[in-house]
């Protein structure tokens, strides 16, 4: 293997920070909303179907801002990897942008039909949209993380290698993650019986979240050896070791705030709280490979004078894009219900 130090050495770690930055913000911030989209399911009254759609209507369409971002990261600075990823997972990748497509048209023309019936079916889309996009979020996650076949860094497996138990299950904790999120922002952002059912939609949610997060957490050790590794060796089970008590505090506070009602934001920053310590887990377990179970990410990067070129260009656009979106949030602050000025 061939020793690397300075730029060839660093600059792959900078951009491997920023690009789960980028990923994690973006679980954070469409996270909720596509979460939103399959709490329809569970919401049969139109005017709370359209309190709900308030919440996010001027924010929704920048939330993906950062998944853009995260896809030309991996294509302009791990191309290797991005040539691997892409042909594994072309079919999830394809599924979950029409499903975002359809999900989108439907947000946008439900406002604008005249009548129930036609209203009720775009409903239906942006619904199903959510539920598949989501769903195929966690399946590519999923097979990214049990490993895709390569050989002398290209892609040899099948393009059904995704349509395996660990990277379903992964869907599935996704769908069941996103949604806490999405009914943990309504109990933040609604009032009254809106907010109330959401209160318990979290409840149960939250407990479902734990089960799948203990499911993930045993089953992940036991897909490749240097997972379990990373689990048990010195010094890294420093940094393994808090995270199970740590997400066993923030149970405990979820369920004293949805039962308390005391505080609107604590059960949504509980959900993000699981999500960061899981996020954190995958990272533990996959440093320093961005293709399992063999490209690292020094493997797959571009040359040091492409990175720093298009670290400058980063460096400009992710405080301005951090800018606009926390102004946004800022904007359209405060609680939202039947009286509120409609933003769409």
């Known amino acids: 293997m061939i020793e690397l130090s ?4 660093w600059l792959p770690v ?18 909720f909303d596509l979460g939103l989209g399959i709490l329809f399911f569970a919401e049969k009254n139109k005017i709370h179907r359209n309190i709900m759609i308030q919440t996010i209507a001027p924010v929704w369409d920048g939330n993906e801002t950062w998944m853009i971002f995260g896809g030309a990261a991996l294509y302009g600075v791990f191309p290797n990897a991005y040539a691997t990823i892409l042909p594994a997972l072309y079919l999830p990748i ?25 209203q009720a079916l775009w409903d239906i889309g942006f619904c199903v949209g959510s539920f598949i996009a989501t769903f195929m979020q966690g399946v590519v996650l999923g097979t990214l993380v049990s490993g895709i076949k390569v050989e002398n860094n290209q892609f040899v497996g099948s393009s059904f290698d995704w349509l395996s138990p660990f990277p379903l299950f992964c869907g599935l904790a996704v769908v069941c993650g ?19 059912s959401m209160r ?3 409840g149960i949610l939250s407990v479902l979240m734990l089960l799948m997060i203990v ?5 992940t050790p036991a897909l490749h050896a240097t997972y379990m590794q990373h689990w048990t060796d010195w010094p890294r089970i420093l940094f393994v070791a808090p ?7 923030l149970a405990i506070v979820m369920m004293m705030a949805l039962r308390g009602k005391t505080s609107r934001r604590i059960p949504f920053f509980c959900a993000l709280g699981w999500f960061f310590l899981s996020f954190t887990g ?33 460096a400009v656009l992710i405080p301005l894009i951090l800018t606009y979106t926390a102004f946004a949030y800022h904007v359209f602050r405060g609680p939202v219900n039947e009286h509120s000025e409609s933003y769409h």
Not at 107 to 115: A, L, N
Not at 301 to 308: L, M
């Open 14 to 31: 900078v951009w491997a920070v920023l690009a789960a930055v980028a990923i994690f913000i973006y679980i954070v911030l469409d996270g």
């Open 282 to 314: 995958l990272g533990i377990n996959m440093w320093p490979y961005i293709v399992p179970p063999g490209m690292t990410i020094w493997d797959a990067s571009s040359p040091p004078t492409s990175q720093a070129f298009l670290l400058v260009g980063a």
């Open 6 to 9: 300075g730029a060839a050495y």
């Open 200 to 202: 318990k939609w979290s």
């Open 243 to 249: 995270v199970p008590v740590a997400v066993a505090v």
């Open 215 to 219: 499911g993930v957490s045993v089953w």
């Open 94 to 118: 394809f599924i979950m942008l029409f499903a975002l497509i359809i999900r989108g048209v439907a947000f946008e023309f439900r406002s604008r039909m005249h009548t129930e019936q036609a």
């Open 178 to 196: 996103y949604t806490l999120l999405g009914a943990a922002w309504l109990v933040w952002r609604t009032e009254s019986t809106l907010q109330d």
